[in-house]
């Protein structure tokens, strides 16, 4: 028997990610599935609950909620990553600003002289759940405004349909921080609530940097995934 509650869970809760929404959990189906006692589903089906990974309701049992499943390997704008004919992904501004040229983002981006800096902070909604927050730093060069039209904030839509710009290559760096007060009340998490923190940081198909992207996003609501290879020894 695999009684490790620590095991049970972290099997169930990786085989959820890709399950989708509306999918039963019957804890007798669980057991046999994972080789674990009945107590031990039990008590992981109530952790995974308590933090929103699995609704319990009497007579409809055990469903998991949903979780997006972005791939790190991939850009791509966050309305291709739905698997589900219902479900809606949105991406609404909450502050959209130009910052001039702040120095340490000049040097991240490695932006020539005379070129700015437009900043884009936005909330991340899907089927009208919070997933998460973006910041969005967008260089722009001398010949090009800052007063492009917001209504599409996904980043790469801005730089390919806005800008005109062809993507090449981003580089990402991926952490964990704890909710902060504002964060927790946009995301509608407690404070110090587990989030992954995401930067990528996209260059154009001549390898000038375009975007200092951050991204603050649920750990209950979006996990990641990748094809990575063996390098040669």
Known sequence: MNNSARRTYDLLRSTLVTT???????????????????????AVLQQLAKEGMVTREPKNGTRATGSLLLRIDELSPFDEYITEPSTRIEVRVLECQPLGCPPMVRDRLRLPAGW??????????????????????IALGEDEAPDFHVDEP????????????SIGTSSTTV???GADEQSA???????????????????????????LSQLRLRGDRVSFSATAYRGTA
Do not use: F, K
Request: include cysteine.
């Open 20 to 42: 989708g929404r509306n999918i039963c959990l019957g804890e007798r189906e669980l057991t046999d599935a994972m080789s674990a006692s009945r107590n031990t589903v039990r």
């Open 116 to 137: 700015t800096v437009v900043m884009i902070e936005s909330l991340v909604v899907q089927d009208e759940q919070p997933l998460g927050l973006t910041v969005n730093y």
């Open 154 to 165: 996904d980043v790469l839509l801005i730089l390919e349909r806005q800008l005109g710009i």
């Open 175 to 177: 952490g964990a921080v």
């Open 185 to 211: 009340e946009l995301l509608g998490v407690e404070v110090g609530a587990p989030m992954v923190w995401l930067e990528d940081v996209i260059e154009d198909d001549e390898g000038q940097p375009r975007a």
